[in-house]
């Protein structure tokens, strides 16, 4: 067991996005990991897909999910559900960062491009 401090996102190689693992493999977690992720407004992640369940918790900031050909707007206290192997990609509509947790259902979290290149993240997984 342990008990973290909470360490603020900071930027990452991905243009507009800054990252901090919260918990996960480097933890000791192997069913579970936790990201905190700040998106510049106007930015997104890339278009990607994992190999787990995984839920988007949004703390601030607005934002959309593109997924299966469909585009949904969420925004603060808004909790965005995504199922294994969904492609999907977070974009930031608004004009404010767009604050997120991300709860992973794996630990490390296997991320992949929708044509099934895996996506090497800057960040422990």
């Known amino acids: 067991m342990n008990v973290l401090n909470q360490q603020q996102p900071a930027p990452s190689p991905l243009p507009g996005i800054a990252h901090a693992t919260w ?21 997104a992640t890339p278009p990607h897909v994992h190999g787990c369940d995984e839920v988007v ?15 949904m707007d969420f925004g603060p206290e808004s909790t965005v559900v995504l199922p294994k192997d969904q492609v ?3 974009v930031n ?10 709860i992973f259902g794996s630990s490390p979290v296997g991320t992949r491009l929708p ?9 422990p997984t």
Do not use: K, M, N
Not at 23 to 43: D, F, N
Not at 62 to 70: A, C, I, K, L, T
């Open 57 to 71: 918790l949004c703390l601030a900031g607005h934002g959309q999910v593109h997924f299966d050909g469909r585009v």
């Open 93 to 102: 509509t608004g004009s404010a960062q767009l604050e997120v947790l991300g």
């Open 23 to 43: 918990a996960g493999s480097a933890q000791g977690l192997s069913q579970l990991s936790l990201w905190r992720q700040s998106i510049a407004p106007g930015g």
């Open 115 to 123: 044509d099934g290149t895996a996506l090497q993240l800057p960040w």
């Open 88 to 90: 999907h990609q977070l």
